[in-house]
């Protein structure tokens, strides 16, 4: 997306009266939070420090006994990739937040505080359900990373501790996915007939795949760690914001006059 398009974006949110289409309820907010809490205090118990491989858990590792799809990652490993691959988390998450606070500041938006506890919490239960699976999934699984496989000097491998084990699922694809989906699914409710939108998804469905292109390249993750993680974290982006959504918003057809007749919509 050209540097232009995204100030111009930027603008058009900052100066548009179009009001917010979600509302909190006391008891669905209980039952997500609730349930990201526990979800995440359950995958502490289950292995709040995981322990490194031994010398001989490292010899007996072999690329023959790893699926097609993913034995070529073995052969990974880039610093470079593996910094790159921070930023694909960092962006979406810093952007999901301006967002959040430009929708509720406004032009012609009332109750800037309320609508920011609205947005705010919806994006924190996106980050916390999306997190807390991953967390849940890594300690679990417990699967070796990829460039555990390849040649490298048994300190260069212990230097990352437990960390080693957590390979399934990619939580750095995750979190992108979740924030960037986030962003691309607001926008959309906000403004479900402006054609700049549909930028906004196709920049929101490529940012995760970028991302988890690098942890590849990094030898952090397999393909099918990246795989799952991007199909966890996009429909935490998508699905958190939809249950928010007000009823007027949701199933509706709407009609609206247009030069050439009548222009329908229906918005989900």
């Known amino acids: 997306m050209r540097i232009s398009s995204v100030i111009a974006i930027t603008l058009f949110i900052r100066y548009s009266s179009a009001q917010s289409p979600y509302s909190l309820a006391k008891n669905k907010e ?3 939070i609730g349930s990201g809490l526990a979800i995440g205090s359950s995958s502490l118990l289950l292995n709040s420090s995981p322990k490194p491989l031994s010398n001989r858990e490292l010899s007996l590792l072999s690329s023959e006994s790893i699926n097609r799809l993913d034995r070529a990652a073995v052969k990974n490993r880039s610093s470079k990739a593996e910094t790159q691959s921070d930023y694909g988390v960092l962006t979406p998450f810093a952007l999901s937040g301006i967002m959040v606070s430009s929708l509720s500041i406004k032009k012609g938006q009332k109750e800037p505080f309320d609508n920011f506890l609205t947005l705010g919490t919806i994006w924190f239960e996106t980050n916390l359900i999306c997190g807390s699976i991953t967390q849940l999934s890594k300690n679990t699984v417990k699967r070796v990373r990829p460039y555990a496989y390849s040649n490298v000097s048994f300190t260069d491998v212990y230097s990352n501790e437990g960390n080693i084990r957590r390979s399934f699922f990619s939580g750095h694809t995750s979190l992108s996915a979740a924030n960037s989906f986030f962003v691309a ?28 292109y690098q942890r590849y390249q ?46 329908l919509t229906f918005t989900f």
């Open 30 to 32: 209980v039952i997500i």
């Open 185 to 212: 699914k607001v926008l959309h409710d906000y403004y479900p007939r402006k054609e700049w939108t549909k930028l906004v998804w196709a920049g929101a469905a490529f940012v995760p795949v970028w991302t988890g």
């Open 218 to 263: 990094a030898g952090k993750h397999f393909p099918t760690d990246i795989i799952v993680g991007y199909l966890v974290g996009s429909t935490c982006g998508i699905l958190i914001p939809q249950v928010h959504k007000t009823s007027q918003n949701k199933n509706k057809l709407v009609a609206a006059p247009t030069g050439n007749g009548l222009f």
